[in-house]
């Protein structure tokens, strides 16, 4: 018991911060789309990336199996060990816990299903077939919650899945999304015949643009939640709203279809154009947000935020950092200093079209507001250092901000700053590196 009370009181002091003086960037730099879409420029083309979307989407349904071998679906046993992850309690993990999951991640079953499914509900994609939590050393600055290293990512309602086999236990199934992998609860999803699939690709889709609106079925049950970038497909519409299919199941796991009546004005028929108005409406969707690792709770982290920001408008990224830093035309920053890095992204970052990227972090570049270049990102925390102890002031939402914030703050660790650590920005909307 007083080992817990002195590693909470422990990360308590890291964060104590939180408590602390208000973020400049956050009184000088407006938070709002209004201020910074003037900066945007209409992009009318199609690209390359847009005519793809749907193949993207639809990726799951169309592979006969996936790339990923039995050794890369085995990294959280490389990952995560006894001697460096940590439970619920704040306590070291036992070897015990590793051994449960290796027995009910069931290798020997690996693509013995090999089906096709969708999702009924906003669901977690997990690392390992377990609820529970992985933390690295809660001690440590920018350990502990909410970084719950199991939480690969969250995927929306309806979304289309491949699905390997399932857990020992058979109360979880290995899938592969459209950007990443995991275990997800096998209530979560029901399989589909290829009939279906064909039937369902082929149909017109509706793209939702509002988040957290509840959705219903024509009878009145409650379904789910509109996420931003999910696709449904079309039946019919009026002058007020259109009538999509949705998946669903009843309580004897039979598949079964429901129609939902959806209001124009929080969805569209087509993919949107790059316009201010457009990119004024989805991005207010998500200024202000929590801050949530891997969709744990229902909101964003970083590079979850970008990607779900772009697919309205046909741009499809990767789910993590890094490989979102892969997309588009690529310009390198490294070796720059601080006053380069800002000369360069002036002249070669196009507003709301650039991703600037350092590592285990992306921004979107905005534009310039009085002169400072201002990003939109989802951020945690500022990284402190005082009498050599790391640190965090907590911000946990999205928000608009110069690539220095936090440097206003007591014990601001310039070299862990964005500015200083930026490695490279990628414009989207152009082919190439």
């Given at each position: 018991?007083?080992?817990?009370?002195?590693?909470?009181?422990?990360t308590?002091?890291?964060?104590?911060s939180?408590?602390g003086a208000?973020?400049?960037?956050?009184?000088?730099?407006?938070?709002?789309?209004?201020?910074?879409?003037?900066?945007?420029?209409?992009?009318?083309?199609?690209?390359?990336?847009?005519?793809?979307?749907k193949?993207?989407?639809?990726?799951?349904?169309?592979?006969?199996?996936?790339?990923e071998?039995?050794?890369?679906?085995?990294?959280?046993f490389?990952?995560?060990?006894?001697?460096?992850?940590?439970?619920?309690?704040?306590?070291?993990?036992?070897?015990?816990?590793?051994?449960?999951?290796?027995?009910?991640?069931?290798?020997?079953?690996?693509?013995?299903?090999?089906?096709?499914?969708?999702?009924?509900?906003?669901?977690?994609?997990?690392?390992?077939p377990?609820?529970?939590?992985i933390?690295?050393?809660?001690?440590k600055?920018?350990?502990?919650?909410?970084?719950?290293?199991?939480?690969?990512?969250?995927?929306?309602?309806?979304?289309?899945?491949?699905?390997?086999h399932?857990?020992?236990?058979?109360?979880?199934?290995?899938?592969?999304?459209?950007?990443?992998?995991?275990?997800?609860?096998?209530?979560?999803?029901?399989?589909?015949?290829?009939?279906?699939?064909?039937?369902?690709?082929?149909?017109?889709?509706?793209?939702?643009?509002?988040?957290?609106?509840?959705?219903?079925?024509?009878?009145?049950?409650?379904?789910?939640?509109?996420?931003?970038?999910?696709?449904?497909?079309?039946?019919?519409?009026?002058?007020?709203?259109?009538?999509?299919?949705?998946?669903?199941?009843?309580?004897?796991?039979?598949?079964?279809?429901?129609?939902?009546?959806?209001?124009?004005?929080?969805?569209?028929?087509?993919?949107?154009?790059l316009?201010?108005?457009?990119?004024?409406?989805?991005?207010?969707?998500?200024?202000?947000?929590?801050?949530?690792?891997?969709?744990?709770?229902?909101?964003?982290?970083?590079?979850?935020?970008?990607?779900?920001?772009?697919?309205?408008?046909?741009?499809?990224?990767?789910?993590?950092?890094?490989?979102?830093?892969?997309?588009?035309?690529?310009?390198?920053?490294?070796?720059?200093?601080?006053?380069?890095?800002?000369?360069?992204?002036?002249?070669?970052?196009?507003?709301?079209?650039?991703?600037?990227?350092?590592?285990?972090?992306?921004?979107?570049?905005?534009?310039?507001?009085?002169?400072?270049?201002?990003?939109?990102?989802?951020?945690?925390?500022?990284?402190?250092?005082?009498?050599?102890?790391k640190?965090?002031?907590?911000?946990?939402?999205?928000?608009?901000?110069?690539?220095?914030?936090?440097?206003?703050?007591?014990?601001?660790?310039?070299?862990?700053?964005?500015?200083?650590?930026l490695?490279?920005m990628?414009?989207?909307?152009?082919?190439?590196?």
């Amino acid at each position: 018991m007083q080992h817990f009370i002195t590693s909470l009181s422990i990360t308590i002091f890291l964060y104590s911060s939180l408590f602390g003086a208000e973020i400049d960037d956050l009184q000088t730099i407006p938070q709002n789309a209004s201020s910074f879409v003037k900066n945007l420029k209409d992009s009318k083309h199609l690209l390359s990336t847009q005519k793809k979307y749907k193949e993207f989407y639809f990726s799951p349904w169309n592979m006969e199996k996936p790339e990923e071998s039995l050794e890369d679906i085995s990294w959280p046993f490389l990952s995560f060990n006894a001697d460096n992850s940590y439970g619920i309690n704040l306590q070291p993990l036992k070897d015990e816990f590793f051994i449960e999951m290796y027995n009910n991640y069931n290798f020997n079953e690996y693509l013995l299903v090999s089906k096709k499914a969708i999702t009924l509900n906003y669901t977690h994609l997990r690392a390992l077939p377990t609820d529970r939590p992985i933390y690295r050393d809660p001690k440590k600055a920018g350990e502990g919650f909410p970084f719950d290293y199991l939480q690969n990512s969250s995927i929306a309602a309806n979304k289309p899945l491949f699905v390997s086999h399932y857990s020992k236990d058979r109360e979880w199934v290995m899938v592969f999304s459209s950007f990443t992998n995991g275990w997800i609860k096998a209530s979560d999803i029901v399989f589909l015949g290829d009939e279906c699939i064909e039937k369902y690709q082929e149909a017109e889709q509706v793209f939702l643009l509002k988040d957290k609106v509840p959705l219903y079925s024509l009878q009145g049950e409650f379904l789910f939640h509109s996420r931003v970038g999910m696709m449904l497909k079309l039946l019919s519409e009026d002058k007020e709203s259109y009538t999509v299919l949705v998946v669903s199941k009843n309580n004897i796991s039979s598949l079964k279809y429901l129609k939902s009546r959806i209001p124009k004005n929080i969805a569209s028929k087509n993919i949107l154009r790059l316009t201010r108005s457009n990119f004024e409406s989805i991005i207010n969707e998500f200024v202000g947000t929590p801050y949530d690792w891997g969709g744990r709770y229902g909101d964003r982290d970083c590079s979850s935020l970008l990607r779900d920001m772009f697919l309205p408008f046909g741009i499809w990224l990767p789910r993590n950092s890094s490989h979102q830093s892969e997309v588009g035309k690529i310009i390198n920053l490294k070796g720059l200093s601080d006053t380069q890095k800002l000369k360069r992204i002036k002249e070669k970052a196009i507003p709301f079209q650039t991703i600037l990227y350092r590592k285990g972090h992306v921004l979107l570049y905005v534009g310039t507001y009085k002169g400072r270049v201002v990003v939109f990102h989802d951020v945690w925390g500022i990284r402190t250092k005082q009498n050599g102890v790391k640190g965090r002031i907590v911000v946990g939402k999205a928000l608009f901000s110069t690539l220095l914030l936090g440097q206003d703050q007591e014990g601001y660790d310039i070299y862990n700053g964005h500015l200083r650590n930026l490695i490279s920005m990628g414009i989207v909307t152009k082919e190439g590196r």
